[in-house]
T-cell receptor, first 113, second 116 residues
C-alpha cells in the first residue's frame, strides 16, 4: 500500500523558534492534510491542501502541496508552548469507490519555555 | 468545524467479552465513516470504511468477523470488538466525511480500549 515518510520523528525547540516538518511519498496524492493530535485525543485538522503547488496559511502555520504531488511541508512560526503535540501529515486519494487517507508516522514536537 | 463524538471514551473489559464503540456525527450527516486504530506512539491505521446502509469495506489484515461495523444511519456508526483479547487493547478513532466534501475528514476524540 501507499506509505508516507514523515520527518523528523521528534524535535525539541525553544519557545519562539520556527519549526519545519515534511512528508514525502513514492505515490501521488490528490490532497494533503496536516493534523495535530494531543495525548488521548483524536486528530484535529490544521490545514488542507488541494492543488499541486498550493501554499496555504492558518495563523502561524503554513503548509505547501508539493508540485510533484508527492510531498508536503508544514511550518510553524514563533512556536508557543501549546504547539506541543504530535503532528501528522495525511495524503488523500480515491480508490475502491471511496476516499481514504494515508497517514505519516507523526512528528512529536516539544517546546521548551 | 463539524463535530464527531465517540462513546465511551474509555472502556476496560475482560478477555472474551464484546465491546461496542459508537461514533456519531453531531451536526452533519455522514454517508461515510472510517474506523482507525492507533497503538502507543504509532500512527493511525485504517481498519475499515463504513458506508451508510451497506456493508463495511475492511482493510487487508483486519478480521471482519472480529471487528463488526454497523452504519445504520447517517449520523451513527458502531464498531463492536467481539471476543476481545489483550492484543486488541488500543486507541480506536472514528472519522466522518462532512458535507464540505470528501477531501476532509473530521475525527472523533477516540476510545481507549483495555482488555484484561
Amino acid at each position: 500500500g501507499q506509505q508516507l515518510n514523515q520527518s523528523p520523528q521528534s524535535m525539541f525547540i525553544q519557545e519562539g523558534e520556527d519549526v519545519s516538518m515534511n512528508c514525502t511519498s513514492s505515490s501521488i496524492f490528490n490532497t494533503w492534510l496536516w493534523y495535530k493530535q494531543d495525548p488521548g485525543e483524536g486528530p484535529v485538522l490544521l490545514i488542507a491542501l488541494y492543488k499541486a503547488g498550493e501554499l496555504t496559511s492558518n495563523g502561524r502555520l503554513t503548509a505547501q502541496f508539493g508540485i510533484t504531488r508527492k510531498d508536503s511541508f508544514l511550518n510553524i512560526s514563533a512556536s508557543i508552548p501549546s504547539d506541543v503535540g504530535i503532528y501528522f501529515c495525511a495524503g488523500g486519494s480515491s480508490g475502491a469507490g471511496s476516499y481514504q487517507l494515508t497517514f505519516g508516522k507523526g512528528t512529536k514536537l516539544s517546546v521548551i519555555p | 468545524g463539524a463535530v464527531v463524538s465517540q462513546h465511551p471514551s474509555r472502556v476496560i473489559c475482560k478477555s472474551g467479552t464484546s465491546v461496542k464503540i459508537e461514533c456519531r456525527s453531531l451536526d452533519f450527516q455522514a454517508t461515510t465513516m472510517f474506523w482507525y486504530r492507533q497503538f502507543p506512539k504509532q500512527s493511525l491505521m485504517l481498519m475499515a470504511t463504513s458506508n451508510e446502509g451497506s456493508k463495511a469495506t475492511y482493510e487487508q489484515g483486519v478480521e471482519k468477523d472480529k471487528f463488526l461495523i454497523n452504519h445504520a444511519s447517517l449520523t451513527l456508526s458502531t464498531l463492536t470488538v467481539t471476543s476481545a483479547h489483550p492484543e486488541d487493547s488500543s486507541f480506536y478513532i472514528c472519522s466522518a466525511i462532512g458535507t464540505s466534501g470528501p477531501d476532509t475528514q473530521y475525527f472523533g476524540p477516540g476510545t481507549r480500549l483495555t482488555v484484561l
